[in-house]
């Protein structure tokens, strides 16, 4: 005869960033509360973010950094858990921390600082946690959730996926949580790779291997957006920070806009250097602007060489051009291997921007990056997860 299941108030599938937020706040309100997880370690995405220092949150985070099919949805937790709140946390728990460029802000010791941190949270909320489980099974029913788990069957009032998205899946990442969305009549926001590299084919591809190791300051466009940050040359493609934000607003079989020398209009300092100093030579005066591996590369692209008076106008013109508005289509990305986050997810439509909880099943909440909300690169998506994990544990 089966045992009766064990009775929480609160189960939380996840014990990444907003599972772990959203537990600490609801043990804070007497709740018996449960964290399970199917990784071995807990907070794996902490540990590794931010080259293993952590880059927990942003001095900048506003609406304007975040994206999703609705532009408002996300406004409500940011502003009930804003970044001054996770940093006066952090501060409180004596953890060092620094500002790097654009707001960032790291730990000056290791990331799993943080975890420490959010793990005594949980211990002096009463939180339980139980890692290396696994849900075979999902169901509701008139009082409570029912979950059938390799550690036995469990119960509780409400249900908290934040089992995150599919990026990164040699740290455990899965579709879990949108199987869980589908199950219980959720829509899905279509899921892509985010805050991913970009990779070519053919000689754009050996272009880049050529390359590979350069990084240079530029400005990286799709559409309207823009992105001033570093790039960075690889065997694959593309990345750096500047190609890891235009990416996920990018669309397969679209170009993309690079500007190499964005301070500079080289077409016109081409050309006026051809004027002034005529026995210059092209690639010896590029590389006063770019490095001068990359200058040879450019130049040869459109195979010119040689003093500039020995050079056209409208070929000076074109190789600025190339220099300042380099069109050039990805074949596609490095995927959910390398994607920092998972673009997409649950419909927020279907959820409260004030508490997270579903419209569509009482009791049952989302939060994090299973939710169709994605940050910019620089703790934004981290600060996603501690608002969002913060209000969902304000109610559940």
């Known amino acids: 005869m089966a045992s009766d299941p064990k009775l929480y108030d609160v189960i939380v599938i996840g014990a990444g960033a907003a599972g772990l937020m959203c537990a600490i706040e609801a043990g ?10 199917h990784a071995k370690r807990i907070g794996e995405k902490i540990r590794i973010s931010g080259g293993g220092r952590c880059n927990f949150t942003n001095l900048e985070t506003s609406p304007k950094n975040f994206l999703s099919a609705n532009p408002h949805f996300f406004k409500s937790a940011l502003k009930q858990f804003d970044q001054w709140s996770f940093i006066d946390k952090v501060a409180k728990h004596g953890i ?6 654009l707001g960032q802000l790291f730990c000056d010791g290791k990331s799993v600082e ?14 339980t946690i139980k890692n290396g489980t696994e849900v075979s099974s999902i169901a ?36 879990f949580g949108y199987q869980i969305a589908s199950q219980f009549g959720h829509d899905l926001i279509e899921t892509r790779p985010g805050l991913v590299p970009l990779t070519f084919t053919d000689e754009l591809l050996e272009f880049c ?20 940050e570093g790039l960075l040359f690889t065997h694959r493609g593309l990345s750096g920070p500047s190609i890891l934000q235009i990416s996920s607003y990018w669309r397969e079989g679209s170009p993309i806009q690079v500007n190499l020398c964005p301070d500079q209009n080289l077409s016109d300092e081409l050309l006026s250097a051809k004027q002034d100093e005529p026995k210059a030579d092209l690639v010896a005066f590029l590389s006063r ?24 106008d409208q070929p000076l013109r074109r190789l600025g051009d190339l220099i300042n508005r380099w069109n050039l289509v990805p074949a596609g990305t490095e995927g959910y291997r390398t994607a920092e986050v998972t673009l997409g997810g649950v419909d927020s439509d279907q959820l409260s921007s004030k508490t997270m909880e579903s419209k ?37």
């Not at 804070?28 to 997880?37: A, L, Y």
């Not at 943080?114 to 939180?127: F, H, N, Q, R, S």
């Not at 703790?379 to 969902?392: L, P, T, Y």
């Open 96 to 101: 060092a921390y620094h500002e790097k460029a």
């Open 209 to 228: 291997r050529d390359l590979a190791g350069l990084s240079v300051d530029a400005v990286v466009s799709f559409g309207k957006v823009s992105f001033r």
């Open 114 to 127: 943080i975890i420490d941190m959010l793990l005594t949270e949980a211990k002096d909320a009463g939180v």
């Open 28 to 37: 804070k309100r007497g709740q018996k509360v449960f964290i399970i997880d």
């Open 289 to 312: 602007s770019l490095p001068h591996r990359l200058a040879e590369k450019l130049a040869a692209r459109i195979n010119l060489a040689g003093r500039l008076a020995e050079i056209g």
């Open 360 to 396: 569509l099943v009482p009791g049952l909440y989302f939060v994090g990056e299973v939710v169709d909300v994605t940050g910019h690169l620089g703790g934004f998506n981290f600060q996603w997860a501690w608002s969002s994990g913060w209000v969902a544990g304000q109610h559940a």
């Open 140 to 175: 509701k029913g008139a009082n409570n959730f029912s979950i059938t788990s390799t550690i036995g069957d469990l119960a509780s009032k409400s249900l908290v996926v934040a089992c995150g998205g599919k990026s990164i899946p040699k740290i455990g990442a899965t579709g």
